[in-house]
């Protein structure tokens, strides 16, 4: 009896401490935010796997300031310069913010959880398929699922029907993608439908985040993981297993095309990319190259769709640039300034990808938007949240693409922040 006394009063003074300490005498015990976000990350967590993170965030920096505690060792930043100044290029000598080990854990072998050194040779890898000779080299093969789109969205119309815009740019960039990186498409458009793999992709995703967000947890990892339904995390299982058997037939292919997996494979010697390496970030080119571009169309789609006069102006600024539809290739539409801004415009109001990607302050500190944040935090910059926020957009809410345009109603728009595909070294390689 008094030994299990001594057990639990052992254990209710642990916790105390922790608490304590967390409040009192955390390094980072300064800055504002929840007193009981303080003590523990479950509160983060269920913020983050609530679907509605970035609505969240936003009401909390409006709130509490640019600079918010949201867990023991973590803090969000909603600040002009503090993305740049997390995440931009170093100078020589200068240590790198890394990735979050947690999310690193989540992502073994992909060039999203990689070191500073793995990060450059993956990326080396990668660059030539993304290289704007590349980009031309493609445009073929490209346009051959546009024109597939376009002769669905003719079907549809000449019958009188209404259709779901977001699946079917999600069919055609899907497609794309993995004829790019695998050398066949999955036939979404063809079919009309997901392919079972693409539908996998998407409730892969929700396992991804379980999964991340549960590391953070530490020693209480393997008890959620236990906890969270074995159909949600078996999915991810089931998406490597598939990558895998998409890189071995693709590699079995005798081809001289020029696709994002010959680039891959390019590399020699100390630079060559394991098996575990090409399908992993396969996988991941699916669902970055897919599913973002998919999400921006579409929004942009809703919004030209609720705001007749900027759908006036594009259409007008289409017509206007071309006679033909050959004339229209990816050199022609880069010319469309008009169709610039609605793009941009659309991604700020709809960011496709809203919540951060997670980074630790290096050994010796750093300084973020003016605040010197400790060494080892983690810190989380949501991307929906800066775009949204009414400090730094004139009619934050509201669709008008002229702010990108030289309107002088928005000068003081802290354009700076619009960053949709990062910055950095560590940057999306395929924003151009």
Not at 9 to 36: A, M, W
Not at 393 to 408: H, K, M, N, S, T
């Amino acid at each position: 009896m008094i030994s299990r006394l001594t057990k639990e009063t052992q254990g209710l003074l642990y916790v105390t401490y922790i608490v304590v300490y967390n409040l009192f005498f955390h390094p980072l015990r300064k800055f504002p935010g929840p007193k009981l976000w303080a003590i523990h990350y479950g509160f983060y967590a269920r913020l983050e796997l609530s679907g509605q993170g970035h609505r969240r965030m936003l009401q909390m920096h409006q709130k509490y300031g640019p600079v918010i505690r949201v867990s023991p060792n973590h803090l969000t930043f909603c600040h002009p310069d503090a993305l740049n100044d997390l995440s931009g290029h170093r100078k020589p000598g200068q240590l790198e913010n890394g990735k979050e080990e947690a999310r690193s854990l989540s992502a073994p072998h992909s060039i999203i959880g990689a070191s500073r050194q793995d990060h450059t040779r993956l990326r080396k890898s990668m660059a030539n398929g993304f290289s704007q000779q590349a980009m031309l080299d493609q445009q073929p093969l490209i346009l051959t699922y546009v024109e597939k789109l376009f002769e669905k969205l003719k079907e549809a119309s000449s019958r009188g029907e209404s259709i779901d815009a977001v699946a079917w740019y999600n069919y055609t960039t899907f497609d794309i993608i993995g004829d790019l990186a695998f050398g066949e498409p999955f036939g979404c458009l063809r079919e009309s439908t997901y392919h079972p793999w693409v539908d996998l992709i998407f409730k892969s995703l929700k396992a991804i985040a379980f999964d991340s967000a549960f590391r953070r947890m530490g020693i209480l990892y393997n008890i959620l993981l236990m906890l969270t339904p074995k159909s949600t995390m078996s999915k991810f299982q089931e998406h490597k297993e598939l990558s895998e058997e998409k890189v071995r037939k693709r590699l079995s292919m005798k081809t001289d095309r020029k696709d994002f997996m010959a680039s891959m494979v390019a590399r020699k010697g100390k630079d060559e990319l394991s098996f575990q390496e090409l399908s992993v970030n396969a996988g991941i080119l699916i669902i970055a190259g897919s599913e973002t571009t998919a999400t921006a169309l579409s929004a942009a789609t809703y919004y030209l769709g609720l705001n007749p006069e900027p759908l006036r102006k594009l259409c007008d600024e289409v017509r206007s640039a071309f006679t033909t539809e050959e004339e229209i290739d990816l050199i022609s539409v880069g010319r469309l300034n008009y169709m610039l801004a609605v793009l941009n415009e659309a991604m700020r109001l709809h960011a496709p990808v809203p919540a951060p990607t997670p980074r630790t302050i290096n050994e010796h500190g750093d300084t973020l938007g003016g605040y010197f944040v400790p060494p080892g935090t983690d810190i989380d910059i949501w991307y929906w949240t800066m775009f949204h926020h009414p400090d730094y957009w004139v009619q934050a809410e509201d669709f008008i693409p002229e702010r990108w345009l030289g309107d002088p109603r928005f000068e003081n728009d802290k354009r700076q922040i619009f960053t949709p595909f990062s910055v950095g070294p560590r940057g999306c390689i395929g924003k151009k």
